[in-house]
């Protein structure tokens, strides 16, 4: 799947690593959206398991198991299957909690624990709509970039439609 075209309700880009300390942390990637639902409802979305489990699986998955424990600290692990019946495992540790605002976390499959990243999503209320901004960092290498950028494009396009 290609990256999403530029409109009012999606984007995507990446950064290049402008330091080379930036480099080695790895690639980044940031997506956003712009969802029709006060900022309330999608921080609800983000961490309320039985709202993730609607949305927080990509592509062709079915979200199997969703929790959160929305707290610094806390952890929360997300259970998706594919078609093929291969279950994926992420889980993580949230870094900052702003209810409504911000939420940063650690992200690892549990395949590739080695491999932890971090997400940071930022809520911007806009008039009766929210812009979702989603930063993932320290990622692997470039392929595993393009991998979340297209999962995370997918499973923010099913948030969106959650308040279609």
Same mark, same amino acid.
């Given at each position: 799947?290609?990256?999403?075209?530029?409109?009012?309700?999606?984007?995507?880009?990446?950064?290049?690593?402008?330091?080379?300390?930036?480099?080695?942390? &790895?690639?980044?990637?940031?997506?956003?959206?712009?969802? %029709?639902?006060?900022?309330?409802?999608?921080?609800?979305?983000?961490?309320?398991?039985?709202?993730?489990?609607?949305?927080?699986?990509?592509? %062709?998955?079915?979200?199997?198991?969703?929790?959160?424990?929305?707290?610094? &600290?806390?952890?929360?692990?997300?259970?998706?299957?594919?078609?093929?019946?291969?279950?994926? %495992?992420?889980?993580?540790?949230?870094?900052?909690?702003?209810?409504?605002?911000?939420?940063?976390?650690?992200?690892?499959?549990?395949?590739?624990?080695?491999?932890?990243?971090?997400?940071?999503?930022?809520?911007?209320?806009?008039?009766?709509?929210?812009?979702?901004?989603?930063?993932?960092?320290?990622?692997?290498?470039?392929?595993?970039?393009?991998?979340?950028?297209? &999962?995370?494009?997918?499973?923010?396009?099913?948030?969106?439609?959650?308040?279609?």
């Amino acid at each position: 799947m290609s990256t999403q075209p530029s409109s009012p309700g999606h984007s995507t880009e990446h950064s290049a690593g402008a330091t080379s300390a930036a480099a080695r942390a &790895g690639p980044s990637l940031i997506v956003r959206r712009r969802i %029709d639902a006060s900022a309330a409802k999608v921080y609800a979305a983000w961490t309320q398991g039985e709202q993730l489990i609607r949305w927080m699986h990509p592509l %062709d998955t079915i979200c199997l198991h969703a929790e959160a424990d929305v707290r610094v &600290g806390g952890r929360f692990r997300v259970i998706m299957r594919s078609p093929d019946g291969e279950e994926h %495992d992420a889980s993580g540790t949230y870094l900052e909690v702003v209810p409504e605002e911000k939420l940063a976390f650690t992200w690892a499959w549990r395949s590739a624990p080695e491999r932890e990243s971090r997400v940071t999503v930022v809520l911007r209320a806009d008039g009766a709509t929210t812009e979702v901004m989603l930063r993932h960092e320290r990622l692997f290498d470039e392929a595993t970039r393009d991998a979340h950028r297209e &999962g995370w494009s997918s499973a923010l396009d099913r948030l969106m439609d959650l308040f279609e």
